[in-house]
């Protein structure tokens, strides 16, 4: 596609459920990042994944928190029994710094409420 | 600690006039620096990076300072349209250089007036 796709683009569970967000980047973008965003607030770094090094996860809060990128491609963030402190936009990017420098490109991110 | 600050109160300026932000950090040496512009509901949209050799970047109505002694890049948008109005982030390159991670500051909300 021509940009960063996330599903679903809201989600509202109820709280200990668990949740799977998705994010399909720009084919041929080797970076991919999630993020956080609650409101009226800035972008809170998750986890960064690049090429086939292991991924960066000092951003995750809590173990509840994972991500796997699957074929160097699709990544899928999963939030383990929610809670209402979850509740944010979660926000998927990638970049590919050969192709296009270091500029990241996001997607639409997904609305996340916990109830 | 390592922080990011940007206005934290609302600026509303009168359409033609040049808008200003500010960028302030500590306890960072980024390699790069860059502005994003994100509208309620969508993701943000890149807008300008800045190296830490760079004093200045243009591109048409937007100017970005960068300077590393102050900790502080300036985001300016000339001739304001009311279509400006958004928010405005900034963001750091937080590895020095090695990796493409990215913090950001908290944003800017803009206000253009007709």
């Known amino acids: 596609g021509a940009g960063v796709s996330q599903s679903p683009s809201n989600k509202v569970t109820e709280k200990g459920k668990d949740v799977e967000l998705r994010c399909d980047p720009i084919?041929?973008?080797?970076?991919l990042y999630w993020y956080r965003q609650s409101l009226g607030q800035g972008l809170e770094f998750l986890i960064y994944f690049q090429g086939n090094s292991a991924p960066d996860k000092s951003g995750l809060p809590s173990d509840r928190f994972s991500a796997e990128r699957t074929g160097g491609s699709v990544s899928t963030l999963t939030i383990q029994r929610t809670q209402q402190e979850d509740s944010a936009v979660y926000l998927c990017?990638?970049?590919?710094?050969?192709?296009?420098?270091?500029?990241?490109?996001f997607g639409p991110g997904t609305r996340l409420t916990v109830t | 600690s390592q922080k990011i600050e940007q206005n934290s109160e609302a600026l509303n300026i009168q359409e033609g006039k040049t808008a200003t932000l500010t960028c302030n950090y500590t306890n960072y040496s980024p390699a790069y620096l860059q502005w994003y512009r994100q509208d309620p509901g969508r993701g943000p949209v890149f807008l300008l990076l800045i190296r830490e050799n760079e004093k200045e970047k243009r591109k048409e109505r937007l100017k970005v300072t960068f300077d590393t002694t102050l900790k502080q890049s300036l985001f300016h948008i000339t001739a304001s349209q009311p279509a400006d109005s958004a928010t405005y982030l900034c963001a750091l390159e937080s590895g020095g250089g090695a990796t493409n991670k990215l913090i950001f500051g908290t944003g800017t909300l803009l206000a253009v007036q007709p």
């Open positions: 990017a990638s970049s590919s710094y050969r192709l296009a420098g270091p500029e990241q490109y």
């Open positions: 084919s041929g973008h080797t970076a």
